[in-house]
């Protein structure tokens, strides 16, 4: 599961980058769309991407019966017997 996590990550630290390499900004700058409706959506699918992800995470504990614990920000599966 963290690796999954890793990978969702990832992708948002990624996609800023690759919006700079490509200067895709200034592409829809110059199409006539605004920074901010631009960043707002940008916001909106990752915040929709991590929403479904923690909804597949609730729903893989909830039909394994595994029990999260939360320590100090660490957080440990422990197999419900």
Do not use: H
Not at 28 to 52: K, T
């Amino acid at each position: 599961m963290s690796f999954g996590m890793c990978i969702s990550a990832g992708n948002t630290c990624a996609f800023p980058v690759l919006e700079r390499q490509e200067k895709l900004k200034y592409s829809l700058n110059v199409m006539g769309c605004r920074i901010a409706p631009y960043w707002l959506g940008a916001l909106a699918f990752d915040w929709l991407v991590s929403c479904i992800q923690i909804l597949v995470l609730v729903i893989l504990l909830c039909s394994l019966d595994l029990v999260v614990m939360v320590n100090f920000g660490t957080i440990s599966v422990l197999l419900s017997a």
